[in-house]
């Protein structure tokens, strides 16, 4: 295991240290000391390794995160996981406004809530959130899933593509073109496998899924005169 | 871009290091907020006096001797601290508004910061490392105090312009976005007698809120009914004689995070505000909800 200090180290060298590690690094783990909600730690990484993160970060970490897996011991500010494109971001705590957003690919798991703006834009990335979800989650969402155990706020899925939801608990509201649709027996296996690897105590069958009535961001010929 | 730092204790072992607490707390916002920075500091309230904190852009002028003019002038005693650009006033309370017209007439120049039994305002334009240095800020001992620092964004980057605004006495604002509604709503306040010192969106919240406790309504209601008639970005926080409070807009852009444990009421911008407080890694910490009012009181 390789310590990294933020207290005696620049925010630079320590991405570029962790940046530097390429698929065929044999220093796989790494730990993050003394973070003490830093902005954009552990960004930009693209390489096989483990870093923990003892303590709460502050804007964009882990973004733009590929093959890395990323464990902050601790809340995450805002913009979390932005932009992610493959490996894996858990967060043992909270987490601030908009969380995995446009993400491509690879597995965000926030243990604890999430606030506002979850997964926006989201791209094909995987969020599962163990606790709740904020407001105008999955705005824009255009592909991937996002798997929430609790409940969601106002405007769930607002203007959505084709990203997949499913909650647990309650939703305040959905937003404009979202809609509850049947949970089919692929979605259950999505769902069980996701839960599995997010290491969530919940059976699929508990969930709603929720999606893209289609009817926004499809043309429709009844419309031609408004454009 | 703004950045809010505010303390509010519950134990009072605490209150001689409150200056100096949320002195560091406002520097790590440097970066939200390098164009100026304030603080507003609520002490104990010890006697019957009112104090004022008032500003000059030519202190030496203005405060030459003006303890001795007010007093002659008002026939009571009128005691003087100067600090740098500020000073402050001490005058029984029922002289109180007998030294604050004594004063508009002999130096016009002056500015006055806050009124109130205990909160003391101090604010001005540069770096909030310098502005704390200058008004000796982490010597100050309190029982809660509310610190910003300033990227202005709805008018100029003056002295009058930096935050914490207060529009009553003992109240304070300090605001993180921007309000699209406060020329209307000026209006308004103007008509129920409200009288303002600047252009600045924020100044028209705190004159709002300082309007609604004026009709009676506490801070906690205040702050409620705020959430119906502010249009615009915002994160608040106030401070009242033996309160604080905090809310946010339904849209929640601004970021907050909260704190607490058992010897204090913590309030950052970022959670980076936050890291150097006594026993943070056990505290209680939260972001505050969307439209949702929060408030402590002694």
């Given at each position: 295991m390789q310590t990294i200090d933020m207290a005696s180290t620049e925010l630079r060298e320590v991405n570029s240290t962790l940046q530097a590690q390429k698929a065929d690094t044999n220093q796989k783990a790494w730990e993050i000391v003394n973070p003490k909600g830093s902005h954009a730690i552990a960004c930009g990484l693209d390489g096989p390794i483990e870093v923990t993160v003892r303590g709460s970060t502050g804007y964009y970490c882990a973004g733009m995160n590929k093959q890395a897996h990323i464990h902050i011991v601790g809340s995450a500010g805002p913009g979390?996981?932005?932009?992610?494109?493959?490996g894996t971001v858990v967060i043992d705590g909270d987490a601030s406004q908009y969380a995995g957003a446009t993400g491509h690919g690879g597995l965000l798991v926030i243990k604890g809530n999430a606030s506002s703006r979850c997964g926006i834009s989201m791209k094909g990335i995987d969020i599962v959130v163990h606790g709740n979800i904020g407001h105008m989650s999955a705005f824009m969402a255009q592909s991937g899933n996002l798997v929430v155990l609790g409940d969601a706020g106002d405007a769930l899925g607002d203007s959505l593509y084709e990203a997949r939801l499913f909650v647990r608990g309650t939703v305040k509201s959905l937003g404009a073109d979202c809609i509850e649709k049947d949970m089919r027996p692929e979605h259950l296996e999505i769902l069980k496998d996701l839960l599995e690897r997010a290491g969530a105590d919940a059976k699929p069958e508990q969930f709603k899924r929720y999606g893209s009535a289609r009817k926004l961001y499809n043309f429709d010929v009844d419309n031609a005169a408004a454009y | 871009m703004c950045g809010i730092v505010g303390l509010f204790l519950?134990?009072?072992?605490l209150e001689p290091k409150l200056g100096s607490m949320l002195t560091d707390m406002l520097i790590t916002m440097t970066d939200r907020g390098p164009d100026s920075a304030g603080i507003a500091i609520y002490g104990r309230d010890e006697d019957s006096n009112t104090k004022l904190t008032v500003q000059s852009g030519d202190p030496a002028e203005d405060f030459a001797d003006l303890d001795k003019a007010l007093s002659e002038a008002t026939n009571t005693q009128v005691s003087m601290r100067i600090k740098d650009t500020h000073a402050v006033l001490e005058v029984s309370d029922d002289h109180a508004d007998d030294v604050r017209k004594a004063l508009a007439e002999l130096r016009p120049g002056i500015r006055v910061m806050s009124v109130g039994d205990i909160i003391e305002i101090y604010k001005e334009v540069g770096l909030p490392k310098d502005v704390a240095e200058r008004f000796e800020l982490a010597e100050m001992s309190g029982s809660h105090g509310i610190g910003h620092t300033r990227m202005a964004t709805e008018s100029a980057v003056t002295t009058m312009g930096a935050h914490p605004f207060s529009t009553g006495s003992d109240q304070c604002l300090v605001h993180n976005g921007s309000l699209s509604n406060h020329n209307s709503l000026r209006r308004k306040l103007k008509r129920d007698g409200i009288v303002f010192e600047t252009d600045n969106d924020s100044e028209v919240a705190a004159a709002y809120l300082t309007n609604k406790m004026n009709h009676g309504s506490n801070l906690g209601e205040a702050l409620e009914s705020s959430l119906d008639d502010l249009d615009g970005f915002f994160t608040f926080v106030v401070g009242t004689k033996d309160g604080f409070g905090v809310v946010r807009d339904p849209i929640a852009c601004k970021p907050a995070v909260m704190a607490e444990t058992d010897q204090y009421v913590a309030f950052g911008s970022e959670y980076r505000a936050l890291?150097?407080?006594?026993g943070i890694e056990h505290a209680r910490v939260w972001e505050p909800e969307p439209a949702t009012v929060y408030f402590w009181e002694h």
């Open positions: 979390v996981a932005e932009n992610m494109m493959s | 519950k134990d009072k072992s890291v150097n407080l006594p």
